[in-house]
């Protein structure tokens, strides 16, 4: 009994921590669709119509927003087993642990191998130069690039001298102090230092996604204790249920 106490103690704070996992990785998936949506939405609508292939960028931050949720659901499926010594629910939560876990396992290993991709770079380049062109005549899509430029510290689609063609000056946006001044000159040291757009926002979502990917194999490692745990804790129970067994008919023979 004693080690069955102690495999349920142990079990709870396992679930207590998959449910912070559970709550973080959704909020990063959250916090990846932030990151993503001002990128995303310079890109032209007609080029929708034109490409239906869905890029990861658009599908991992609905995909780790899932998971999390899923992850708290499974979390508080164990907890429940270990609390009311269920084999029943400890059973299917560790069959769900275990589809997470490789889940999240397949999902990182393909991150890794496409982020560095054909695609990965199109669709990332595409978004910078869609932006960046339709910025010329649409006010809404200048702001929007500008706020890219902003965040990521970069100039133009390719750098600096993309302005040259169609403006005096270049954009606020391209100066380190750009709240507190009113024009950024061609001249300007810091804003002709930057590199285009293009080249950081595919360094940028590497690293993002990279990141994400990494967190996400660390947590499978602890994962892992649970379903070893869920068995033990399981195999204990069917022990017990079987002595108790054994020993009514004992009696009733007696």
């Not at 270049?170 to 024009?183: F, K």
Request: charged content about 20%; aromatic content about 14%; some cysteine.
């Amino acid at each position: 009994m004693a080690k069955e106490e102690l495999i349920k103690g142990v079990l709870y704070v396992v679930n207590v921590i998959y449910a912070v996992f559970g709550f973080v990785t959704a909020a990063t998936g959250i916090w990846f669709f932030v990151q993503l949506s001002e990128f995303v939405a310079l890109r032209n609508s007609n080029h929708y119509l034109l490409d239906y292939r869905v890029y990861w960028p658009q599908v991992a931050p609905w995909f780790f927003i899932l998971l999390g949720l899923f992850v708290m659901m499974v979390a508080f499926c164990g907890w429940c087993g270990a609390s009311k010594e269920s084999r029943g629910l400890l059973g299917t939560y560790g069959f769900f642990l275990i589809l997470i876990i490789l889940g999240q396992a397949i999902s990182a290993t393909l991150i890794f191998v496409f982020v560095d991709g054909e695609d990965t770079d199109r669709f990332i380049k595409d978004t910078v130069y869609d932006g960046y062109y339709n910025s010329q005549s649409n006010p809404d899509v200048f702001k929007a690039f500008g706020r890219i430029e902003r965040k990521l510290k970069c100039c133009g689609a390719n750098d600096a001298r993309d302005y040259r063609s169609w403006r005096n000056d270049l954009p606020l946006t391209c100066c380190l102090d750009s709240y507190y001044r009113a024009t950024c000159d061609f001249t300007d040291k810091e804003a002709n230092e930057r590199l285009g757009c293009a080249k950081v926002a595919s360094v940028y979502t590497k690293i993002i996604s990279s990141s994400v990917a990494g967190a996400s194999l660390l947590i499978c490692l602890v994962e892992i204790t649970g379903v070893i745990l869920s068995w033990k804790l399981f195999k204990s129970l069917r022990e017990v249920e079987h002595y108790i067994t054994e020993r009514k008919e004992g009696e009733t023979e007696c």
